[in-house]
């Protein structure tokens, strides 16, 4: 098992940092919000998620000086090429208004027939054992689904009420927190990353 036991989440989400916090807890890893340490958000300039995840884990890595995890995950429809991808957070505008962007997204689709309504969640993680690590640890999880055509269900957070599960034919709003981090996008890829951490 790999030697670290502390990590900075390079995010202020709470909803995130709780899911990651249930997952590493079994691992051993302490993981701490960057706000413990005053790092600002990161300028996310990159164009994939892979980009963005590498941009913030190095950022909270320099300024905290402990090794940094960064995650970069968010939504592509197929019917929309992709989006609103790296957007995912501030599609309508405003950065983590959830009620807007599921509204804007509901008002893109509103002519798609539910088949041609297919939905990916994608997350990447990107882990530096130190702000200029050339060797990252990046993990891609994917979570297939597709989007429906009203919210339904009062768990989770962003996308969950409008995305639909076909394994457990429900939305993800719907899971309990063990089912989606057992199912999601972030568990499949918190999954990958466990395991390069005890093959290290």
């Not at 997952?23 to 990159?46: H, K, M, R, W, Y």
């Not at 088949?115 to 060797?135: E, M, N, S, W, Y």
């Not at 599960?165 to 890829?189: F, P």
């Amino acid at each position: 098992m790999s030697t670290i036991n502390k990590l900075v989440l390079a995010s202020n989400n709470a909803g995130k940092l709780a899911e990651f916090q249930a997952i590493l807890q079994d691992c051993g890893i302490e993981l701490l919000p960057q706000s413990a340490f005053n790092v600002p958000d990161a300028d996310e300039t990159g164009l994939s998620f892979i980009e963005n995840a590498i941009l913030k884990a190095r950022h909270a890595a320099r300024i905290s000086g402990l090794p940094a995890l960064a995650d970069d995950s968010g939504l592509a429809v197929d019917a929309l090429d992709g989006a609103p991808g790296i957007y995912s957070a501030r599609f309508a505008g405003q950065h983590g208004n959830d009620a807007a962007n599921n509204a804007k997204l509901l008002a893109d689709l509103a002519q798609i027939p539910e088949p041609k309504r297919g939905a990916q969640f994608h997350c990447v993680l990107a882990l530096v054992t130190h702000a200029d690590d050339p060797i990252p640890i990046v993990c891609h999880g994917v979570w297939q689904g597709r989007i429906l055509p009203q919210a339904a269900g009062s768990n989770g957070f962003g996308y969950d009420p409008l995305f639909w599960v076909e394994e457990t034919q429900c939305a993800s709003a719907e899971l309990s927190k063990a089912e989606k981090n057992r199912l999601s996008h972030r568990g499949k890829a918190m999954a990958l990353l466990i395991a390069a951490l005890k093959a290290r």
